[in-house]
Nanobody, 115 residues
Framework: QVQLVESGGGLVQPGGSLRLSCAASGTTVNIYTMYWYRQAPEKQRELVAGLTINGFAHYADSVKDRFVISRGDAKNTLYLQMNNLKPEDTAVYYC?????????WGQGTQVTVSS
């Protein structure tokens, strides 16, 4: 059983930055691809970015050139550096992984962009 725990959310002004972290536990095997999703109020959950173990990254068009996804030195850690944040980035951000045929989600961390 894999557990995902996110941290790093908060309140930030437009144009500011935040760094989200995700730590996966419950396995000693590298998870091949890990993702960040987000869900704004009354909207569907959407993919923000994904990153494979060999460094292939993809981003939603809305965050390209502002967000950077990366993996940490510790096994199965994931980061999301968010720069030039906009009010429309306000959402609960979730870490997601598919491992052993199962889908895993973290509990989410709130990001609010407001002046």
């Amino acid at each position: 059983q894999v557990q995902l725990v996110e941290s790093g959310g908060g309140l930030v002004q437009p144009g500011g930055s935040l760094r989200l972290s995700c730590a996966a536990s419950g396995t000693t095997v590298n998870i091949y691809t890990m993702y960040w999703y987000r869900q704004a109020p009354e909207k569907q959950r959407e993919l923000v970015a994904g990153l494979t173990i060999n460094g292939f990254a993809h981003y939603a068009d809305s965050v390209k050139d502002r967000f950077v996804i990366s993996r940490g030195d510790a096994k199965n850690t994931l980061y999301l550096q968010m720069n030039n944040l906009k009010p429309e980035d306000t959402a609960v951000y979730y870490c997601h992984a598919i491992f052993g045929g199962m889908k895993y989600w973290g509990q989410g961390t709130q990001v609010t962009v407001s002046s």
